[in-house]
């Protein structure tokens, strides 16, 4: 994989107009931003509606050799905050970065990990992680994803960087972690996706990658999606993993 090359500088830049889906009040609600099309690097933020707090987070990029670097929840879980930069050789055409939280009414928490490499956000006593953030010191992440029994977050980054998990903690009726299987791909980039069952809400997305760097993680519809972007020194494609992750409430 090529070494990442980061630039220096961040800016925060303009945004549209949130887009809202419309929810009962005791469903989740998603929310979004994106930032204007430029090739600087890129800081968006998004406000969870009134009455709400953050329960889920995500972002995406456009464009070649790019990635999200933090997907970070405000610490009274009121908004969520996104950033991406250019990496190996960069691109000179334009591209945006995309913000997206899921929101609902609620007690919630947010408890957050620092490390080395990898760290681990834990939820206390019998409250479970409803969604996870992350952010590295400048590189790409590898992982951003719930643990499995749904008592914290994971979050890994390349190389021996600093990183901060963050995990959303909380209850919510029937909570239930779908996906987790590792699909192989042989592509520069790939997309996968896992889905809720039945009448599931979604409340947040998780994704990892092996050998690649994460680009997209976002809740969608019913489900979750998470992109990974992979190459060799030569910029040709090589062989690595992608593995996408949903929390699901009823």
């Not at 930032?35 to 456009?62: E, F, L, N, Q, Y």
């Not at 405000?74 to 334009?94: C, F, I, M, Y």
């Not at 997309?191 to 947040?204: I, L, N």
Request: charged share 15%; glycine share 12%.
């Amino acid at each position: 994989m090529n070494a990442k090359v980061m630039s220096t500088a961040l800016f925060v830049l303009s945004l549209t107009t949130p887009a809202v889906a419309n929810a009962a009040p005791d469903e989740v609600a998603q929310v979004s931003n994106t930032s204007a099309a430029s090739s600087a690097d890129k800081i968006v933020t998004v406000s969870c509606p009134s009455g709400t707090k953050v329960v889920g987070a995500g972002g995406s990029v456009t464009g070649e050799r790019t990635t999200i670097t933090r997907v970070r929840p405000s610490e009274d879980l009121s908004s969520v905050e996104v950033a991406a930069v250019e990496h190996g050789a960069g691109t000179v055409q334009p591209w945006t970065v995309k913000v997206r939280a899921n929101c609902a009414p609620g007690d919630f928490t947010l408890v957050s990990k620092g490390g080395t490499r990898n760290a681990e956000a834990s939820c206390s006593g019998t409250e479970k992680v409803l969604g996870v953030g992350g952010e590295t010191d400048g590189v790409h992440l590898t992982r951003m994803s719930p643990k499995s029994n749904l008592k914290g977050g994971v979050v890994e980054a390349s190389g021996n960087a600093g990183v901060t998990a963050y995990a959303i903690c909380g209850t919510r009726p029937g909570l239930v972690l779908r996906g987790g299987s590792p699909s192989v791909v042989m592509t520069k980039t790939a997309t996968k996706t896992v889905a809720c069952q039945g009448d599931e809400q979604v409340v947040s997305a998780g994704g990892a990658v092996a050998g690649a760097a994460i680009d997209d993680v976002l809740p969608v519809g019913s489900g979750a999606s998470v992109t990974g972007e992979a190459t060799d020194a030569q910029g040709q494609a090589i062989r690595w993993s992608i593995t996408p992750y949903v929390v699901c409430s009823q």
